[in-house]
């Protein structure tokens, strides 16, 4: 006798009563779609697709997918794979297996190296049919609009004797319109170094970072450097040049003479300043009683400035003499 099947009771039987004969009833022993009726996983994403919107060249930004086995039974992800360059992902090892209800997470990556539109997709793969995933990905490259700028843009430390150290405090300003980090910083040169410095240093539009360069010469003359900022994709961001000069320690002194002045006088006072026109501070100890004078303390490679005041007996000073200067030789 002709068996009748009731098709809209149960549609998944029809196919196989067909070949059975004597087929009274079939009960699906397995659901691959993730319904009630069987036992399976289901894998199902937080998202169907990441864009991560515009980013500025040589950034990073991140998202986070959390993907679920929204089935009941265990399923495991076999395979994690992204494309695209410019994407990468993290934070899970495959394989990894899910129990029902189970979550995981991943971290993507975009880190664009040029400006434009870029596409990937990641394909998540399993050990159950049917159920891969796949999410494309997206993200805008944008020029770096963060400027950063040095001051002073170089550094300058002049003459410095062996086994001394002289240092320069140098301010970073991002002056641009977007965060600027600097995640690596270095120096080069022989007797240069820097403290002051950690990275990644991350600057808001106008904020400003200080830190000290120094020279410390162990030979001497010339000597040049620099110091080099990079970002995360090791792209220059900004470098600062560096020179001095090592010059040997050297025992130097000046011989001053002048004219006696005209009044009677108990003696002179010395006085020397750095620059032209002062201010000078007296270097004599006590009153100078004749027109002679040794300046025993003065260093290689400066420029000093004299005048002489005459004092009498009641202790009056007359006013600053003519100026001479003295240059102090390197060796």
């Not at 679920?68 to 990894?96: C, D, K, M, Y």
């Not at 000046?254 to 006696?260: K, Q, Y």
């Not at 009683?289 to 009641?314: I, R, W």
């Amino acid at each position: 006798m002709a068996r009748t099947f009731k098709i809209a009771a149960l549609p998944l039987c029809l196919a196989v009563c067909a070949v059975l004969s004597g087929c009274s009833g079939v009960t699906a022993s397995s659901n691959p779609s993730g319904g009630t009726g069987g036992t399976s996983g289901t894998l199902s994403s937080s998202t169907s697709s990441l864009n991560f919107g515009s980013v500025n060249v040589g950034t990073t930004a991140t998202n986070t997918v959390t993907v679920t086995n929204t089935g009941n039974a265990a399923i495991t992800i076999t395979q994690l794979s992204v494309t695209g360059s410019a994407f990468s992902v993290a934070g899970v090892a495959v394989p990894l297996t899910l129990s029902p209800s189970q979550s995981a997470s991943a971290t993507f990556s975009f880190s664009p190296t040029t400006a434009g539109v870029a596409n990937g997709s990641v394909a998540i793969a399993t050990d159950t049919a049917g159920t891969n995933l796949t999410l494309p990905l997206t993200g805008t490259g944008t020029a770096n609009s963060s400027q950063l700028t040095a001051s002073p843009s170089s550094v300058a430390f002049g003459n410095v004797n062996l086994g001394a150290s002289s240092t320069r405090n140098v301010t970073l300003t991002n002056s641009g319109s977007a965060n600027v980090t600097v995640n690596a910083a270095s120096f080069s040169g022989p007797g240069f170094d820097v403290t002051g410095l950690t990275t990644p240093l991350t600057l808001s539009a106008g904020q400003t970072s200080s830190f000290t360069a120094a020279f410390g010469p162990s030979s001497a003359g010339s000597a040049t450097g620099s110091v080099l900022l990079r970002d995360s994709g090791g792209n220059t961001l900004l470098t600062i040049p560096m020179s001095g000069t090592g010059v040997s320690t050297v025992s130097h002194s000046v011989d001053l003479g002048w004219n006696p002045s005209t009044s009677t006088v108990a003696g002179y006072r010395v006085y020397r300043g750095a620059t032209s026109g002062g201010p000078y501070n007296l270097i004599s100890t006590s009153l100078v009683p004749t027109t002679l004078f040794t300046d025993p303390v003065v260093n290689s490679g400066s420029t000093y400035f004299y005048v002489v005041t005459a004092v009498d007996s009641s202790n009056n000073e007359s006013a600053f003499s003519n100026e001479a200067s003295a240059v102090i030789p390197i060796t």
